[in-house]
T-cell receptor, first 108, second 113 residues
């Protein structure tokens, strides 16, 4: 059974600090990795994708991928209350497998 | 441009009823996915279409679930003889050919009583 693991949280981070969200995956052959943000009662929204080892930055968001450790993370700099949501890690193998998500709460 | 749309947004069905959920993908997106999301869980893959071809239906939980996309655009997910465990949000997503960057619709919340 291919798995994507995330800490369910909640992760509480003060406003303005860096939020760090982590994800591990079981299938070493996975090639594509995605982070989605899901507000309560809403559908997932793609915020980052990464295919290569290393870092990928987009505004306040940085995705980090380490295929050797089967680990992908999302850093959110200068956290804002509007970043409070559930963050879903997704990994593509023959299909896309989602983790259960980490609830992030930014403290004003 | 318009995003992915789904209808109905909410559906209440009595146990044993059949339901049909509709998804209208982003124009030009050849790939279409259906997911089931239970409360507090991530989306779980149900099935995948490329144009009108259903390339993967391995996630459909039972033979009561059936999906189609006859003209390669709008898709319908049908659930026959609904059970309480079918209660969930059903999400549809679409993507461009060759891309797994999926864009989700608002979902249909199905409640089976």
């Amino acid at each position: 059974q291919k798995e994507v693991e995330q800490n369910s949280g909640p992760l509480s981070v003060p406003e303005g600090a860096i939020a760090s969200l982590n994800c591990t995956y079981s299938d070493r052959g996975s090639q594509s990795f995605f982070w989605y943000r899901q507000y309560s009662g809403k559908s997932p929204e793609l915020i980052m994708f990464i295919y290569s080892n290393g870092d990928k930055e987009d505004g306040r968001f940085t995705a980090q991928l380490n295929k050797a450790s089967q680990y992908v993370s999302l850093l959110i700099r200068d956290s804002q209350p509007s970043d409070s949501a559930t963050y879903l890690c997704a990994v593509k193998d023959d299909k896309i497998i989602f983790g259960k998500g980490t609830r992030l709460h930014i403290l004003p | 441009g318009a995003g992915v749309s789904q209808s109905p947004r909410y559906k209440v069905a009595k146990r044993g009823q059949d339901v049909a959920l509709r998804c209208d993908p982003i124009s030009g997106h050849v790939s279409l996915f259906w997911y089931q999301q239970a409360l507090g869980q991530g989306p779980e893959f149900l099935t995948y279409f490329q144009n009108e071809a259903q390339l993967d239906k391995s996630g459909l939980p039972s033979d009561r679930f059936f999906a189609e996309r006859p003209e390669g655009s709008v898709s319908t997910l049908k659930i026959q003889r609904t059970q309480q465990e079918d209660s969930a949000v059903y999400l549809c997503a679409s993507s461009r050919q060759g891309s797994y960057e999926q864009y989700f619709g608002p979902g249909t919340r199905l409640t089976v009583t």
